[in-house]
Structures are given as C-alpha cells and as structure tokens.
C-alpha cells in the first residue's frame, strides 16, 4: 500500500514569509509525528498527534510553529515568519498507534529560507 | 529530559567485518528501542527494535543487545556489506511520553 507522503518536497521561500507543509499519514495510522532534521543531526521531535489531537507539542520551538490534524488523517505543519535557522528537512512519521510501534517516515519536505 | 548518546560517530570498516554501534540514554522508564538507517537523502527506515521485556533479538546480519540495568542498547551487523553505508540512528522511546529521542547518529562506512 501507499506509504507516507510530504508536500512539497521543497520548499525555498524569503525570510518572514509563511509556509505549510503538508503530511499524508498511512491510512489508519492514529499516531502522527513531526521531526525536524538538520545537517549531521538526529530528527529533532517536533509534535504528537493522537487522532486529531495534539498529544504533546513540547517540541515545537516557539509560538510561530503550529501543527493540526482536523479529520485525524492528513496533518499541516505551520510555520510564520519564517527565519533562516527554520531551514532544515521536516520528516513526518506516522504509526498504529504510538512511537512504541515501527515508525514510518515521509520522505521529508526540504525548507530553505533565504 | 531523555539524554541519548551515540559511539561512534564514525565507523570505518572492511566488507564482511562486523560493526558495533552503541547507545547510551538516561530515562529508566524508556521501554522501547528502535534502530533507524538512514541513507544518504533518504528517509529513515526501522531496522530493528527491541523490547524492554527481551535482552537480545536477531534478524539474520543484524541484531540488538539491550542491558537496562546499565541504560545502553547496542546494534550489531555481522558481514558487513557495501550497502550497509549508511547513517544509524538509536531512538530509545519513554513508556511515560512515547516521545522518540533521537541519537546524532553513527556513519557507517563498508569499504569493498
């Protein structure tokens, strides 16, 4: 079946813009994560979702990081204003049911802010 | 929070040697404990996990030790082959937070 999927896979835009990137989980996958992953770095854990609510968002960094899961499926990452420490490659994962089960990675979305 | 070393940070080795890389974390509620690789570009990939319950489990060239008592898992790869080059990554998993912590990973290189 189909794996998990991230739109765009690029992704350049100017300092203070906004930007949304766009993770499509496996079908019937609850649990759905978000990492950020920079040059020589293990994924940095971003945000949680357990269905359609954000089970822990300790990760995010600031204020100008928003993630939603409206139907408990498809899941946007939001950044504002963005800076030039944003760039970095944002992978989503999604399992059955929690991080304690494998783990199934997007191909990630590469965000270059100039 | 949960504070997880990798050694090495890069291990060169000869095709059909073994390789060893170890992961040490701090959080003792940590109760599962995933490999990842990760090719140049690519995504990561589980290549192993193990469970707090279980000491050691192998899946034919590659296998995982764990002693909780100490607070490190180690992957093993016997047989080195050139695919194998890639980077690894330990992601031990708090049975409090099911937050994944990352390692900084481990480059592998398999020289033919």
């Known amino acids: 079946g189909a794996g998990v999927s991230q739109t765009p896979s690029n992704k350049v835009t100017e300092k203070g813009k906004y930007v949304e990137l766009r993770c499509d989980p496996i079908?019937?996958?609850?649990?759905l994560y978000w990492y950020r992953q920079s040059l020589g770095q293990g994924p940095e854990f971003l945000i949680y979702?357990?269905?359609?609510?954000?089970?822990?968002d300790s990760g995010l960094p600031n204020d100008r990081f928003f993630a939603v899961r409206p139907e408990g499926s498809v899941s946007t990452l939001k950044i504002q204003r963005t800076e030039r420490g944003d760039s970095a490659v944002y992978l989503c994962?999604?399992?059955?049911?929690?991080?304690?089960?494998?783990?199934?990675f997007g191909p990630g979305t590469r965000l270059l802010v100039l | 929070g949960e504070n997880v070393e990798q050694h090495p940070s890069t291990l060169s080795v000869q095709e059909g040697d073994s390789a060893v890389i170890k992961c040490t974390y701090s959080?003792?509620?940590?109760?599962?404990f995933p490999w990842y690789k990760q090719e140049l570009g690519k995504r990561p990939q589980l290549i192993i996990d193990i469970r707090s319950n279980v000491g050691e489990k192998k899946d034919q060239r590659i296998a995982v030790t764990l002693n909780k008592t100490a607070k490190h898992f180690s992957l093993h790869i016997t047989e080195t082959q050139p695919e194998d080059s890639a980077v690894y990554f330990c992601a031990p998993v708090s049975g409090g937070s099911y937050i994944p912590t990352f390692g900084r990973g481990t480059s592998l290189i398999v020289h033919p």
């Open positions: 994962a999604s399992s059955l049911s929690s991080a304690q089960e494998t783990q199934y």
């Open positions: 979702f357990q269905g359609t609510g954000a089970a822990d």
């Open positions: 959080d003792s509620a940590s109760n599962y």
């Open positions: 079908s019937g996958h609850t649990a």
